[in-house]
Nanobody, 124 residues
Framework: QVQLVESGGGFVQAGESLKLSCVVS????????MAWYRQVPGKERDWVAS???????DYADSVKGRFTVGRDSAKGTLYLHMNSLKPEDTAVYYC??????????????????WGQGTQVTVSS
């Protein structure tokens, strides 16, 4: 049974930083494509960042230069380091796992497993 559990969300002021974690259990993390998405009420879930099986990374334009995605395969954990946070970054953040492909990037339909989400609130 594959499970993804996010943590690290919270309430911060604009300009501050947060680090989100996503612990994966039930499967090996080493060669899997993973991603972070975010969603605000009433809107679609938006892609934030991805890391491919080989380690290549990509980011949405809105977070490029501020967010960094990383992975510790030994710990089975995906990370999202978020710096210079803005009020528009406020959302529920979800991690996602593609158990089949080496890289999935922003292709929502390829992600098989999702976490329950962690709330990030940025005050101006």
């Amino acid at each position: 049974q594959v499970q993804l559990v996010e943590s690290g969300g919270g309430f911060v002021q604009a300009g501050e930083s947060l680090k989100l974690s996503c612990v994966v259990s039930g499967t090996g993390l080493r060669l899997k494509a993973m991603a972070w998405y975010r969603q605000v009420p009433g809107k679609e879930r938006d892609w934030v960042a991805s890391i491919a099986a080989g380690g290549a990374k990509d980011y949405a334009d809105s977070v490029k230069g501020r967010f960094t995605v990383g992975r510790d395969s030994a710990k089975g954990t995906l990370y999202l380091h978020m710096n210079s946070l803005k009020p528009e970054d406020t959302a529920v953040y979800y991690c996602a796992l593609d158990n089949v492909h080496d890289s999935s990037w922003d292709r929502y339909e390829l992600y098989d497993y999702w976490g329950q989400g962690t709330q990030v609130t940025v005050s101006s």
